[in-house]
């Protein structure tokens, strides 16, 4: 009686598993959607990492936004201008010139330069601590609890000394940096060299008030756009003009260096190598925390 029993479960389990997949087998080609296979050489051209810099969910969004026409090839960061090379071969297309864009910190004060700040006791973060009133006396800088370092996928910044500091050579200009500063001090700019000038503050405030809060801030002197016209002043604020901006050209860049009353304008990037001959003889973190800063764009203040 018992191997009855076990023959008419095993006879039903069999007769289980043939409806079944005669089920999966018609669902299959039922709901089959056809995938074009440029798309999926799209895909495997990619680097996958799924970061969403190009504004896109993952690489499979993306490579299917190339394919259509909706999206450029350049648009991945990750993978940069050889992978933007192949999509444009696969396509048939030619790519326009175009500036990869990083990642920049319109920030140049450590803990040291601020003043009036205060033992901020609530949740460690960016996002909470904006909402505080008084966590420091500029309204403007960077709050330092690392927002940024948490969401870069890559280990590209970190927090020194209470200061987001961006490593060029390990950053892929994904922009999730950018995207969860809640004081917005974080913008993607187009470098179109190793080394781009940038004006390392973000305070709107007139001299007198910048000059209460932060020893190193931008006075708004105008100084700079007085020597050459690649500065444009927007709320006391001087910017850069990177459409003007031509790597080899000097734009009197050298003599606006010098004038800076404040010393706010720095180069950021990969250090050249005269840069690093110079400091040849010192440690390698004074190398990079040296230039990889900040630059200016407006900020929006939301404390």
Not at 47 to 67: I, K, L, R, S, T
Not at 68 to 93: D, N
Not at 118 to 134: H, K, L, M, R
């Amino acid at each position: 009686m018992t191997w009855l029993i076990v023959l008419l479960a095993a006879g039903a389990m069999l007769a289980l598993a043939i409806v079944m997949g005669f089920i999966l087998g018609w669902a299959n080609k039922a709901f089959h959607v056809e995938v074009n296979p440029l798309v999926e050489r799209a895909l495997d051209m990619l680097p996958g990492a799924n970061c969403g810099g190009c504004g896109y969910m993952g690489c499979a969004d993306f490579a299917e936004a190339v394919v259509e026409g909706k999206a450029p090839p350049t648009a991945c960061p990750v993978g940069g201008e050889g992978c933007a090379t192949k999509l444009a071969r696969l396509l048939g297309i030619e790519l326009d010139e175009s500036a990869p864009y990083r990642p920049v910190v319109h920030c140049g004060a450590t803990y040291e330069d601020r003043l009036g700040r205060t033992d901020y006791q609530g949740e460690p973060t960016c996002e909470a601590a904006n909402f505080v009133a008084g966590v420091q006396g500029c309204a403007y800088g960077c709050l330092g609890f690392g927002d940024c370092q948490a969401a870069c996928p890559f280990d590209a910044i970190h927090v020194v000394d209470g200061l987001a500091v961006v490593n060029y050579d390990k950053c892929t200009g994904c922009g999730k940096c950018e995207k969860v500063c809640p004081r917005h001090i974080i913008s993607m700019a187009p470098f179109k060299a190793e080394q781009m000038l940038v004006v390392k503050c973000s305070n709107k405030d007139f001299g007198k008030d910048v000059r209460a809060v932060c020893k190193v801030g931008c006075i708004g002197c105008k100084a700079c756009a007085r020597i050459s016209d690649l500065f444009v002043m927007k709320d006391n604020l001087p910017h850069i003009d990177y459409d003007k901006y031509e790597p080899g050209e000097e734009h009197d860049l050298n003599l606006v260096l010098d004038k800076c009353p404040m010393k706010r304008m720095q180069y950021v990037g990969k250090p050249s190598e005269k840069d690093l001959a110079a400091v040849a003889d010192e440690k390698a973190p004074a190398i990079v925390e040296a230039d990889f800063k900040t630059t200016v764009d407006d900020a929006e203040y939301r404390g």
